[in-house]
């Protein structure tokens, strides 16, 4: 399930209903105060079941209609609500119109500790009496619901609610369907909502006012719950140290037992050792220290912010292993925060990773992450007038507000944007270029390049345009534009029209590759390597794939088929199949293309055509 759609309302600066859309990755821009914060704070109390402070309710707005709505896609087939039986959220009829689930929530925030009044889904729902309340009826009342419309039952379990609200909807035939609020917290509905909540993403949040210490919970939490998984596994023996201590203690007090009656007989019959045993986890008080043994909480405030990043990944992973149903949203406020500029590309790429699995919600200040963000990931939180506030999508139209926004002026720097349609096919090209450099040839390092800041990545995503400016033509400086085919002659390229604006411009050139995609360059023995290394797949591969196969996909498919899976790829439906291939591209572009080398490049590009795109870029970035 993913998160598509948030509205807030008279909450804290959002007085007037505003709604926020969201991507894989999604990235929040706008100045100090814009409310970029209040967004944050808004999904964490949603989806982790928090709740508003005293003064959260918006000043002079409705504090009794204080209120998030969250829109969700990607909807699981089958759904177990209110029993242990599988129904679905449109069997339900709990699907707004657009065929998302949307969960309204709303506090009392006029109150001193408000509290949750009502959680309901707006949803075309039968509006028919006996078939609009059917989800607060207990399996009690369904059965009287159906013997009072007089529906027949015959041949099903009358134990299942699911199957008798069906039963009963079909037996009145005309539902009347509108777009209504559900109410999931009244009656059994709650038992439904119970349910419900299980499918709904986990946010993880991590706030850029937090302290960072190794006492941090992101850090601890990773940290003990290695300390008990590992006493787990030494279970056994921790119990027969137990009763040995336990042993050794009846011993002492029978023998202290047997000397008091020496003494007096009628002072004690018996002498009970009572033995209070602490778990054992909460023996072990964990630190973390790195090289030199120097703790992390004198470490400087980047490296410690850094690790602490990291050890709150590890604990969003394992809240999703520990709900196999939902899925981890990853929020992290300006993460840029006390890193070095390298440190920021790497944590750029980390989280373009990141979002090929998992929601990525970022706030950021700084240009070079904003930059390099797809643009239509982009929000710019603007203020208007009377503290009105509107969200702008990135574009053509809006890139400007955030090149003012955050200060993004020309670079005389930088010597080259290499424009690419995704995050994928710079890992590539960066992975090649440093493997043949290591083989004596004479490229471009574009890895240091881009970290010396003189080579910038722009990911298009299919776009003509620049993530952060309306046009790369008015900073003056080289491109080289790098579009895959797609299609298979003699149809013309999918981008043919682009490549030839490009073209047209002084100091640019646009490539289009021959094969499919970047991933028809790569070899089958590097694929096979870096699945067996990675994923401890064989995939047994022995002939390189053709030129306009779709390698991704195919790649997933054998991977899924040796997984065992109980379903056939043949049976899983094309959105699932689209993320298993989105999954395999990232392998294929981080682990088995830095696998390759002239020999293998030489056998699966006859043509020479990856060697000249170097070329190009070498004469670029000297134009």
Not at 527 to 544: D, M, P, Q, R, W
Not at 601 to 615: A, I, T, Y
């Amino acid at each position: 399930m993913k998160l598509k759609r948030l509205r807030v309302r008279n909450f804290r600066c959002y007085k007037e209903e505003i709604a926020f859309d969201f991507d894989e990755l999604t990235a929040f821009i706008g100045k100090n105060d814009a409310g970029k914060s209040s967004v944050m704070d808004a999904l964490d109390i949603f989806l982790n079941d928090g709740a508003p402070d005293k003064n959260d309710a918006s000043k002079g707005g409705d504090g009794k209609d204080l209120t998030f709505i969250c829109e969700f896609s990607d909807l699981p087939e089958k759904a177990v609500i209110d029993e242990d039986f599988p129904t679905s959220f449109r069997a339900e009829y709990l699907l707004n119109p657009e065929g998302r689930l949307e969960i309204h929530k709303t506090y009392s925030g006029h109150t001193a500790s408000p509290k949750c009044t009502s959680v309901a889904a707006y949803a075309l729902h039968p509006t028919t009496t006996g078939a609009d309340d059917l989800l607060s009826l207990k399996n009690a009342d369904l059965k009287n619901r159906a013997k009072e419309l007089r529906i027949d039952t015959t041949g099903i379990d009358l134990k299942v609610n699911a199957l008798l609200r069906d039963c009963i909807r079909r037996g009145i035939g005309e539902l009347n369907c509108k777009p209504v609020l559900v109410p999931l917290n009244e009656d059994n509905a709650k038992k439904a909502w119970d349910g419900l909540k299980t499918y709904i993403p986990i946010l993880a949040l991590f706030k850029s006012d937090r302290a960072s210490t190794d006492q941090d919970p992101e850090a601890q939490d990773p940290l003990k719950t290695a300390v008990k998984e590992a006493l787990k596994k030494k279970e056994k023996e921790l119990q027969n140290i137990t009763a040995h201590v336990e042993e050794e203690l009846r011993k002492i007090a029978d023998a202290t037992l047997e000397k008091v009656q020496e003494m007096d007989p009628a002072l004690a019959k018996t002498l009970n050792p009572q033995v209070s045993v602490k778990k054992w986890d909460t023996l072990f008080n964990v630190s973390i220290t790195g090289d030199d043994d120097i703790p992390i909480n004198k470490r400087g405030s980047g490296v410690k912010r850094l690790v602490l990043l990291n050890f709150f990944r590890a604990k969003a992973e394992q809240l999703a292993r520990e709900r196999h149903d939902s899925s981890v949203i990853y929020a992290i406020e300006e993460p840029e925060t006390s890193q070095h500029p390298n440190n920021q590309r790497m944590l750029v790429g980390a989280l373009l990773d990141l979002s090929s699995e998992s929601q990525v919600i970022v706030t950021t200040h700084t240009p070079m992450l904003a930059r390099v963000f797809p643009d239509t990931s982009l929000r710019y939180l603007e203020l208007g007038a009377g503290d009105s506030r509107s969200v702008l999508v990135g574009g053509p139209n809006t890139n400007g507000l955030f090149s003012k926004s955050l200060g993004v002026f020309p670079d005389n720097g930088i010597k080259l944007f290499v424009c690419v349609e995704g995050r994928n096919d710079f890992t590539f090209l960066k992975h090649i270029a440093t493997a043949l450099i290591a083989e004596g040839q004479d490229l471009l390092n574009l890895e240091k390049m881009e970290i010396d800041g003189e080579l910038i990545f722009v990911p298009l995503g299919g776009s003509n345009l620049s993530l952060w400016t309306s046009r790369l033509a008015a900073l003056n400086r080289p491109e080289v534009h790098l579009f895959d085919r797609d299609t298979i002659p003699s149809a013309p390229p999918k981008y043919h029209a682009e490549a030839a604006a490009v073209n047209s411009r002084e100091r640019c050139h646009a490539i289009t590759t021959g094969k499919r995609e970047i991933e028809n360059y790569l070899h089958f023995e590097a694929i096979n390597e870096a699945y067996s290394k990675i994923c401890n797949v064989n995939l047994g591969l022995t002939v390189n794939f053709g030129p306009f196969d779709d390698v991704p996909m195919l790649i997933a498919e054998k991977v899924h088929t040796a997984s065992s899976s109980p379903r056939a790829w043949s049976e899983l439906d094309p959105t699932e199949k689209e993320r298993k291939a989105s999954g395999a591209k990232r392998i294929l572009n981080e682990h088995a293309a830095p696998l390759m080398n002239m020999q293998r490049l030489s056998e699966v590009d006859q043509d020479g055509e990856v060697l000249g795109w170097f070329n190009i870029l070498k004469e670029h970035s000297v134009a």
